[in-house]
């Protein structure tokens, strides 16, 4: 295991030296004492797996193809940023804009996140990308979500009284899945969103899903699987069909 | 509006000297050289300049300044007072000149920087940044005066006349220099203006240019980028204060800056081996908006030395000599053997090559 | 009972005695016009476009398509498209799409510039016989250069140079994605843009695998869609260009519906077949100029700095502010885009209402950069109605390091402008995805057609700097000197940084 001091290092010199020491077919990187410094995994491919103590900076993940990114802290904004493989584990809360884009792998995240998560998330042969959040999210969650899957737990739902979702949830949402687990309100949820109960496929999908997540973070995955889940997917194919006239 | 100016053309021609060992040589040479080539220009603009001519000042700058009226005198001279010490004025020593009937009032100072922070405005840059920025805001915010000479123990003389006439007035004679340029012009408007003349200069640069830069709109944006002020309207100018960036402000030498500006082409640059093509294509991406195109012949003078050097694809001429350390530049050969009828060596540099003669020791 | 109240713009008509009844006109006209009545070929005119296909291809010069002559009543207020327009809403309740840039009679200051040349004080050029230098490097250039002496002497370079796009002269073709136009057309331009020494760029749709090959002169584009976007993706071309907005569509989005979907276009884009491909107005991970600087900061860890990153935006209202912050944000390259140009679909209301002509916003931006003293560090793509040579210099002159071209590569294939790209049935087999109109585009030999116009532009952009005596294309660049506006206010003049004709 390589272990890299990033205490004061700007963005540009840490990722070289993170790039180099994948290049050089490091399958553990530490890093430690980081703060603020963006892109770290951006572009990176390969099998490597890299932790991360401190909170990375944004565009975490970016463009990643392969390698698995631990946060042991809070992460920011633009995390798998059209990400293509690969996976992000995130022990505390993320922010705004998550895997935008995303194309592939997984993002993992403990905590609750903020606006626009899984926004223009596609789907792409075999590639599926997965966001799971264990808390709750912002507004305009699976924005224009045109495939994979996004699902929110509200693993900590007692400790405060906002939804799970924020509004508009799935607004613009052509493609693609999402689960909540508890109830929602179709007054939150965009004018393209159909809701109905996950059906034996669904749960199938979702305990495959969620027993991965659950090691990530040693959760019980019988606990998370006894609340009920609602599904989330586009009403039509054409929402905007008579939107013009030709 | 810096686009809406008038451009000022002329033709003309032009000489230069140096003794490479640093031998003071009498003005009365480049006078009569030059005035060999008189059907080279039309009386409406002459002018000298020459290096080590002000021994017992050398560590001062020089600045020779013309006049429309007292009053810009007065405006001048308070903006001198209260950032420079003035060690020494005077007005310009002229002898009286039948033909010339009309001059302005023409002073020189001998001049340093005030150190002392407080009483001279932006105190932090360098006396030779800090003498620029002081031509540039006297020549663009004072009306009718004008700063044309700023070096150290050199000067320029120039006005409105033939070479003769204008080497009488200034009594160039008296003068002695180790390197000495002198330029008779032929302007196509009629501007009547002392300061239009050749040599153009800036601290210890001068210029005298044969031919006109056709790429003069981009040059003169160019160097208005980084805080020149193009107030002269000719394209002389923009060749003084291109050496000026790239070899004062940019570090580059002069052979490299001569090749930026005058840089030789893609097909040729394409050949080299690696390093020097990828030297040469960086040259010419980076100073791109420096390249002077169009036809000129341009004699450069410094206190180290004097460079001649002509377009690339040479339009204009330039002839070159030596003899012992003397070396010679003009627009014709005949120039030369005016002054120097047996030189041992004498020959047409190539177009964008130039002709380096540097003072040694 | 009536068809529609929007009067048809076009009257097909068959000179039934010249008619020799081959059917080629059924068989070419993408917009079944025609139709086999039995005896003879019958015309449905309102669905004419004037594409002029079935002209070119009918044997006997039977076709004419003529302007209908039934106009609604002139009226010098209420135009034709006016009453058209709205009859179409009454009908639809839609917003009226279109295509290509806006055919609105907006002054065109291009038409208003003079380009000067050279008597007496001093000489032309002969282009023909002395050398005249095209070549343009796109990208960052640092504001000095240091250099040291290398082993034989010679001047070594020290400076490190930021990566830059090569042209051999200072054309590149505009992004269009596959998808708004069709694979031979892309590979069309990808052939010449190869030959040229130039380069094309991949539009918003990703990069399919037939125009892999050409990938040295490719840009690649990232857009607010991110279809086909991957490390492999943005490390394909020369390039990366983050797409913020389009001259004709500025501040909106892109569509490509799903039933124009199929199974190649969304291998290339990345989606699954049938769905809808949705680029969002904005780049959502962008609502800020730190965000741009994010995203330009991404693309390059992502290509470890090898690669310049472009930004296009539409040519609005503040531009050169814009223009600012992007180089600030650390484009290497920023592309502006005029109002007036092209798009694949476009509601109309949006293509001839918003933005701003290329001139004034090219004009602008290359005075504010130079006045902050940060002209060098990105370079400036002019695009938006370059519609010759002569709009190219002029571009050029006024400050644009090179121009794109997008409309004019297409008429190169047989575009006539007639605007409806948006419909999906270009007879010529350019802005379609149907096989059997897209088939009609052989790239090799339309390829050639596009090259020739590119050496065409090429001679007579030497010819013009050979009238203004200079034998390299950065001596133009900028020179505003050598342009005079005829016609013009003094405020326009002031904005373009130009005299007037006569001073």
């Given amino acids: 295991m390589q272990v890299i001091d990033a205490k004061g290092i700007y963005y540009r010199d840490l990722n ?12 553990e990187v530490l890093l430690k004492n980081v703060n603020g410094q963006y892109y770290i995994g951006d572009g990176l491919n390969g099998e490597s797996t890299i932790t991360i103590e401190g909170v990375p900076g944004n565009d975490l993940a970016a463009f990643m193809d392969g390698p698995t990114l631990i946060v042991k802290d809070n992460a920011q904004d633009n995390i798998s940023n059209t990400m293509n493989s690969g996976k992000v584990i995130i022990h505390g809360n993320a922010g705004d804009v998550l895997g ?42 699976g924005e224009y979500m045109a495939g994979g899957i996004l699902i929110l737990l509200n693993l900590d739902g007692e400790k405060d009284s906002r939804p799970t979702v924020g509004d508009y949830a799935g607004t613009g949402m052509h493609g693609g899945v999402i689960f909540i687990r508890g109830e929602v309100d179709k007054k939150l949820c965009g004018a393209e969103v159909g809701i109905t109960d996950p059906d034996e496929e669904d749960i199938k999908l979702l305990k495959e899903h969620l027993t991965d997540y659950c090691k990530d973070f040693n959760l019980n995955i019988d606990e998370i699987m006894k609340g009920s889940f609602k599904k989330l997917t586009p009403a039509s194919l054409r929402p905007y069909g008579n939107l013009y006239a030709y | 509006m810096s686009h809406n100016f008038h451009k000022d053309i002329s033709g003309c021609g032009l000489a230069g000297i140096i003794n490479k060992d640093g031998k003071r040589i ?47 005198q007065r405006d001048t001279e308070e903006y001198l007072k209260k950032n420079y010490r003035i060690e020494k004025k005077e007005p310009m020593p002229t002898a009286p000149v039948e033909s010339i009937t009309i001059s302005p009032m023409i002073w020189r100072y001998f001049v340093k920087p005030l150190s002392e922070k407080a009483e001279r405005d932006a105190a932090d840059l360098r006396d030779d940044d800090f003498v620029v920025r002081t031509v540039m805001k006297i020549n663009s915010e004072i009306g009718g005066a004008y700063v044309f000479s700023s070096g150290k123990n050199m000067g320029a003389f120039k006005g409105v006349g033939m070479p003769g006439e204008i080497a009488r007035f200034f ?8 390197i000495w340029t002198g330029h008779t012009r032929f302007p196509t408007n009629t501007p009547g203006w002392w300061g239009g003349a050749h040599p153009f200069t800036l601290l210890d640069w001068s210029i005298v240019h044969n031919g006109e830069i056709s790429s003069y709109g981009i040059n003169k944006r160019y160097l208005e980028m980084y805080g020149y002020k193009l107030t002269l309207l000719t394209d002389t100018e923009v060749v003084t204060y291109l050496f000026d960036l790239l070899v004062r402000k940019h570090g580059l030498d002069v052979l490299t800056a001569c090749t930026a500006l005058a840089s030789p082409f893609w097909k040729n640059i394409d050949d080299l081996q690696e390093d020097e093509k990828n030297a040469m294509t960086a040259l010419r991406m980076v100073y791109a908006s420096a390249l002077m195109n169009g036809p000129f012949s341009i004699l450069f003078g410094h206190s180290k030395g004097l460079v001649g050097f002509n377009d690339r694809i040479k339009l204009r001429p330039l002839v070159a000599a030596t003899k012992g350390k003397t070396v010679y530049m003009a627009s014709e050969e005949s120039a030369i053997r005016e002054i120097c009828p047996s030189p041992e060596k004498i020959w047409a540099p190539r177009a964008g090559e130039p002709v380096i003669a540097e003072l040694e020791g | 009972m009536f068809k529609s109240l929007a009067v048809p713009e076009f009257l097909a008509k068959i000179d039934q005695i010249k008619c020799i009844k081959c059917k080629r006109c059924i068989q070419n006209c993408g917009w079944s016009v025609y139709a086999w009545g039995g005896d003879k070929v019958l015309i449905d005119t309102f669905k004419c476009v004037k594409c002029l296909r079935c002209y070119h291809y009918c044997p006997e010069e039977a076709i004419t398509i003529e302007d209908n002559p039934v106009k609604y009543r002139s009226n010098a207020n209420w135009g034709f498209y006016n009453i058209r327009n709205i009859k179409r809403q009454a009908e639809t309740g839609g917003i009226p799409l279109t295509g290509m840039g806006s055919d609105m009679p907006y002054p065109v200051l291009f038409d208003s510039l003079l380009i000067d040349a050279c008597q007496v004080t001093n000489p032309s050029i002969d282009p023909l016989r002395e050398p005249m230098e095209l070549r343009t490097y796109l990208g ?31 054309f590149i073709f505009a992004p ?27 539009g918003e749709g990703g990069l399919h695998e037939d125009i892999y090959p050409y990938r040295s002169n490719i840009i690649v584009q990232v857009a607010s869609g991110r279809f086909g976007v991957n490390p492999d993706y943005l490390n394909a071309g020369v390039a990366v260009e983050i797409k913020i907005g389009q001259g004709a569509k500025p501040g909106i989005g892109g569509h490509l519906p799903g039933e124009k979907i199929p199974l190649d276009i969304a291998k290339t884009r990345m989606i699954p077949v049938g769905t809808d491909a949705i680029s969002p107005a904005p780049q959502h991970d962008i609502y800020s100029i730190e965000d741009l600087r994010q995203l330009i900061f991404a693309i390059k860890e992502a290509t470890n700095y090898t690669k310049p990153v472009s930004v296009k935006i539409a040519a609005v209202h503040n531009v050169a502010a814009i223009a600012s912050g992007i180089v600030r944000a650390g484009a290497d390259i920023v592309y502006i885009d005029g109002f007036r140009g092209g798009t694949g679909a476009a509601p109309s209301i949006i293509r001839d209402h918003l933005g701003i002509p290329i001139e004034h916003a090219l004009a602008a931006v290359d005075e504010r950069l130079r006045q902050e003293g940060i002209r060098n560090e990105a370079s400036i793509i002019a695009a938006g109605g370059i519609r010759s040579c002569a709009d190219a210099a002029k571009a050029i002159a006024l400050g644009a390091d090179a121009v794109a071209l997008a409309t004019s590569a297409l008429i190169t294939m047989g575009c006539t402008v007639c605007g409806k790209c948006y419909t999906g049935n270009c007879s010529w087999g350019i802005t379609t995805q149907r096989p059997e109109l897209t088939v009609r585009l052989d790239p090799e030999v339309y390829a050639e057609r596009l090259i020739n116009l590119i050496h065409a532009w090429s001679h007579e952009l030497k010819e013009i700097l050979g009238a203004l005596g200079v034998n390299a294309i950065e001596s133009l660049r900028g020179s505003r000197e050598r342009l005079r506006g005829i016609g013009l206010d003094s405020q326009t003049l002031d904005i373009l940084g130009v005299k007037p004709v006569g001073r």
Avoid: W
Wanted: glycine share 14%.
């Fill in chain 2, 26 to 72: 009498s003005g009365s040479s480049i006078s009569k050289s030059l005035c060999l080539m008189n059907d080279r220009g039309n009386g409406l603009g002459a002018g000298y300049a020459a290096y080590g001519i002000y021994p017992e000042y050398k560590e001062l700058y020089a600045f020779h300044i013309m006049y429309d009226e007292p009053a810009c």
């Fill in chain 3, 140 to 170: 960052k250039k640092p504001a000095k250069l240091e250099f040291e002496n290398g082993p034989d002497g010679k001047p070594k370079l020290k400076t490190k140079m930021p990566p830059q796009i090569k042209l051999e002269a200072p």
């Fill in chain 3, 176 to 202: 269009m994605s596959y998808g708004s136009i069709s694979l031979n057309a892309q590979k069309t331009i990808a052939i010449a843009a190869k030959e040229l020494g130039i380069v094309m760029n991949t």
């Fill in chain 2, 171 to 178: 009594r160039i004679e008296e003068y002695e220099g180790y």
């Fill in chain 1, 16 to 27: 070289q030296k993170v790039r180099e020491a994948v290049a050089k077919g490091e399958k």
């Fill in chain 1, 100 to 141: 935008y884009g995303m194309r592939g792998g997984k993002l993992h995240i403990r905590g609750n996140v903020g606006y626009r998560v899984g926004i223009h998330m596609k789907g792409y042969k075999k590639q599926a990308p997965v966001i799971i959040a264990g808390g709750k999210a912002g507004d305009f969650f």
